[in-house]
């Protein structure tokens, strides 16, 4: 029998209606380079959707390389990027935005979130020419700990972004999840009014693969393909994004998945605190991260696929469990079932 | 009804066998990022079909990135690539090698190809530290006038390339029509083992998207999955890619795909002499260059979708056409009418 | 005895104004990183030699990081320069700006010179994304072959800029013989006019080191200072370059001592005229080009020190002689009593 | 009257033994880009001090370009820099390691220094190829902070280093300052013996300007005058460094100016604590860093040139006095008068 699945959210091929939508199109033949009409709607559908009806969107194969194309375009040479210290572009990202030139700058994440107050020291701290010049702020929504930013927190992030003329990114990879999160009060227009540029992820929330990043600030938009087919991300095929994007965000499916997997993580959590196992912080969206103790560690490991988070402390080990629109209620039994 | 397609050989999604492999996985789960083991089949069938069982294998999402990331991989700061002056990477990358940080050298190309006297010119006359060191030769097989290099040809750049201690790498994003190219006496085996690198292209040949690098220097090798990271190379769901060239690979299926587009256009060529309408250049794999005059060009535009390949002369206009696995009898012959 | 030294025009410290002008400030402190007065001072002294009160004025200590330090910070990653075959930044200076991210084009070039035309159409044949957008001219007066742009060939080519919105830029290396030759009919306000940057050549003109570069296009100078701390190129001891401009500017010695250069080179030229011996091109600043048989290569080698500056041909052996203003008329002399 | 200057030690021309040097050769001709005898004699003179015969060494123009040059030249790109918090590269340069496409992983600085623990925790934690790898450690004898690495210390950075296969690399802006401290007991052949590279500060020590970067580490020097010139810092007139080193390092002047300067701190140092006057650190070499109160602030201010290091805290202000070869008995006196 197959290990319950809860290692992450990218781990099968796709939902059914998108493979479909490929499907039925085997016949047809498209224009290259996301010029074709699949494309076009999908563009179309992005920009009702967020309340922008004159947003630049272009369709990118991944997450690293929309953020290394996004921001790359964006900066002058001498342009440094603030990120919390967990965000994935720091991290996990092999130094993908500092290959293009460009210094990240740290500042303390809480409950994964990036605090104004830093954002404020560290543009406030840059003064003189040798220094880097703080100009975008990139920040995760959903956060790398599965957190959600709440109306509150990104207008104050934005109103100091303004301060010091600095652009707000937001890495949406799991921005479904943020949406569709019962603890956001963030609607996707809402969030598009304060972006200078953000991403809608598919990858991690339905499609085989694709991102829909959104340029909010027209003055960032200028001769973007030139600089998208200089990363090598101007799929040849872009009509195949076109298509998957169309598929899932058509009766808003996309969001549907998205609190699918939140429920499911919502239970999951109900589960592990009625049975008194603490959480590393609280779960917000479809990430849950339950701090467990060695016997139970080895019981998970034998029958669920996980990621151990963080190094063993004397409260235990801190895992990761991530749920998806195919976590099953018996994914959830199940697992809840070995604590 | 629909006009014919002669446009370009990635204009619609894939083979159906392609797909067919991943509908038929749908329930699976995959460990992420190429180490699932799909590709690990993959990567095993490709060893074995290009006679290398030590090779390093990458799967990449699309040519410009496999282009730059093994390239920017490879060379050192000052270290410069010599391509034939309509080298893919130098006219039609937006600078992609360059962004990266090398400089891209250029010599003539005769029917396409470089020869192999040019590349010791230009080897020879970089003697200094005032100028950069070529220290991989790019070349395209087919060509991207769909010539192919013979043996003799091959071997003869590999040699020059030894005596200056240049890296010999091949673009192969149309690898597949190369080899099964009635006018080449190179088998893939042969090829292998002749460059430092060189790729699998799988975009132009059936997959919905894909090429598989294959670095056959060992010492070129070290780290490589970093820098794929660091380009944003690295699909999280790269089982994709395992899946896809498993499915084409099979039974050499990707080469029965590109031999059937290089018969398709050997017919188209053969109707084009027998209606006297001159070639741009000998027909030696799927793209055929018909020189067309004006009314021809006019019917033509009406009734199939192909591309104007350079400006008028007084010869004609030099036209495009490209088949596929998906060029069909009746596109020939309807096309042939039109003349 | 020493031999003739017309070997190039920096084989020397430096004129001895310009070694008093440092000694007699021994005792002083300054202001670091050109934030002192002697800067201030010879920044003043530019702008008013050039015509432009509100030019943004930044002393850099050499030519090629004074190349890539400007070009860098003016293009977008996808803007690429044009430049002549025999630029300087294409051939010698080892991918400096490739390095930078940006692609180098050329065209060809007459008497040393870019030619409108093919601006022209380099400019109009980069027309879509997968090509690099070229945005920057980059050329040089007095060029590699020591001519000179007149009035009109200059004038021509700020219109292309104009028509396809290119910067024009000049390395000045050699400007100050540029101005002082009797070929020219550009005045150093004219230059500056048409210019969006440029910069004056101290190296090769009785300075130790230092060009002073003058951007006249206020939207290229925008945080300049950060792009010249990250190349760098922003000197801790950036008075010595006040100091240094001060001296050399003062009562016009700068183009004194050009001009007495271009004169050796006037009376070199003649005496190689008088003897019959052909030059590979006319002579116009400081740079001549005699083309010499065996010979005289041979005796010549003996006694003066100078560069090949080609392969023979049948014609004969180019060389290069290059004058200073430490070229004496016995130098010349002497010289010339080896043809 | 003048202002005592204790702002920092590249605040005026050079020592007048340099001057001289230049000056007794103004007569000279030389061969350019540092191939020159001048320069041959300084490399030699640089190897027999640091006991390294073989060592690369290359003369270069200035401190930020020096790091920038060798760590690019060293590095593949997928490789980063550990430094210490306070590190120059780190916070003072502008992002220029970054510029060059390497990200900069910093550790806590303990008294200014990077400790071996940090290092090993960082490279341990950098696993896998979604993160950059740690392959250089970058620390500064003299630390930013005026403090000395011990022999213990330092080899024991070496063996962490040699455990994770990292090069170990010296910014030795104020290199002559620490081999000359009474609180170093390490001699510059110790220091030679166990970096990878370093450089030896000219700038901040009596030189008009000019470092010595010297590669130990055979295997990085492959190619160096290449990249040397990419980047922007292959001097022309090569030979003014060659001249400069000469006249500095004979008879050991360099080290005599430093342990002058030295010799001055100490004396302001003993004069603050007779006073009462707390430091933020130790003084070990010329640079003092007194806490001082509001009244006395105001009163030094009038007086003398400084600079403010850090926020004002219940404490008092944190301000930092530079000593060097030219500060005299009297501006000591004088300065201590004013506490």
Same mark, same amino acid.
């Given at each position: ?170 890495? &949406? ?58 990363? &090598? ?107």
């Amino acid at each position: 029998m197959d290990k319950i699945n809860l290692m992450n959210d990218y781990n099968s091929t796709c939902h059914p209606t998108v493979l479909e939508a490929i499907k039925n199109v085997s016949e047809r033949r498209y224009v290259g380079y996301g010029a074709d009409e699949a494309t076009a709607v999908a563009v179309e559908m992005i920009r009702q959707m967020t309340g922008l009806p004159d947003a630049y969107v272009q369709l990118m194969p991944g997450g690293t390389i929309t953020n290394l194309t996004a921001i790359s375009a964006f900066l002058r040479p001498h342009e440094a990027v603030v990120a919390p210290s967990i965000g994935h572009i720091y991290v996990h990202e092999t130094g993908a935005i500092e290959a293009t030139g460009h210094k990240v700058l740290t500042i303390q994440a809480k409950n994964g979130k990036a605090q104004a107050a830093d954002v404020l020291t560290i543009a406030d701290s840059h003064t003189d020419e040798h220094m880097v010049k703080p100009k975008l702020l990139y920040i995760s929504q959903t956060t790398e700990l599965g957190t959600v930013y709440t109306k509150a927190e990104l207008k104050l992030l934005r109103n100091i972004c303004d301060e010091f003329g600095m652009y707000l990114y937001i890495d &949406g990879a799991r921005l479904g999840y943020a949406v569709s999160s019962k603890n956001s009060d963030l609607s996707i227009k809402e969030i598009a009014s304060m972006a200078d540029a953000f991403y809608i992820g598919g990858t991690k929330n339905g499609l085989l693969f694709g991102e829909a990043l959104v340029i909010c600030n027209p003055s960032l938009a200028a001769d973007f393909r030139h600089i998208v087919k200089q990363r &090598g991300a101007l799929m040849s095929k872009g009509f195949l994004l076109g298509m998957q994007f169309q598929a899932i965000l058509l009766g808003g499916l996309y969001f549907e998945l998205a609190a699918q997997a939140n429920d499911a993580a919502a239970r999951l959590t109900e589960g592990l605190r009625n049975k008194g196992i603490p959480l590393l912080i609280e779960t917000e969206s479809n990430q849950v991260f339950p701090v467990v103790q060695k016997k139970t560690l080895s019981r998970l490991e034998e029958q669920v696929v996980f990621e151990v988070w963080a190094r063993s402390t004397e409260a235990g080990t801190p895992i990761r469990f991530v749920t998806s629109w195919q976590t099953t209620d018996e994914d959830i039994e199940s697992a809840l079932k070995l604590f």
